[in-house]
T-cell receptor
């Protein structure tokens, strides 16, 4: 089955610096890679996603890159702000019959120091 | 627009007691439904998913079960809770697209 590894588990950056979180996946048939942000006591919310026919996607300060050959994808946050502090999860998915199974990484706790 | 409701938000239950967590989705039909568990400081573990009424797939052997009595209702249950069942339980749904929408979660503490 699919396995997703995520690094680092914790990341502390100074406000204004960039943050990079990396994930690798095992199933070469995976074709959709979302990133979620989870604030304390809440459910995760999608912040950006990328599909396997695209190498890079950007949305304001957030970007995601995908290397299908190496089976890894990364989240880049530029000009970090204190409100970016949260736990971030990567995920990989593939279609299973009529369902999509999302397999999550173990999460990265990002702390942005003011 | 679609919304997902999950309750209760917090729950404290004694060991050996039963459990029932409910999740409902509004604004869509025939969603794929999921139950995840998140242990403290850990990632999201997929417990169950369902592609239709009465269709449940279990990802890991455990003390829990799931049911889908209606199209937009997903229930997580246990007959006798264990201490190890404590955690943050999240319900989610996906439709024709692969984006998953999560509920606000239930924090379960078994004492």
């Amino acid at each position: 089955g699919e396995n997703v590894e995520q690094h680092p588990s914790t990341l502390s950056v100074q406000e204004g610096d960039s943050a990079v979180i990396k994930c690798t996946y095992s199933d070469s048939a995976s074709n959709y890679f979302p990133w979620y942000k989870q604030e304390l006591g809440k459910g995760p919310q999608l912040i950006i996603d990328i599909r396997s026919n695209v190498g890079e996607k950007k949305d304001q300060r957030i970007a995601v890159t995908l290397n299908k050959t190496a089976k890894h994808f990364s989240l880049h946050i530029t000009e970090t702000q204190p409100e970016d502090s949260a736990v971030y999860f990567c995920a990989a998915t593939r279609r299973m019959d009529s369902s999509y199974k999302l397999i999550f990484g173990s999460g990265t706790r990002l702390l942005v120091r003011p | 627009s679609q919304t997902i409701h999950q309750w209760p938000a917090t729950l404290v239950q004694p060991v050996g007691s039963p459990l029932s967590l409910e999740c409902t989705v509004e604004g869509t039909s025939n969603p794929n439904l999921y139950w995840y568990r998140q242990a403290a400081g850990r990632g999201l573990q997929l417990l169950f998913y369902s592609v239709g009424i009465g269709q449940i797939s279990s990802e890991v052997p455990q003390n829990l079960s799931a049911s889908r009595p209606q199209d937009r209702q997903f229930i997580l249950s246990s007959k006798k809770l264990l201490l190890s069942d404590s955690g943050f339980y999240l319900c989610a749904w996906t439709g024709d697209y692969t984006e998953a929408f999560f509920g606000q979660g239930t924090r379960l503490t078994v004492v």
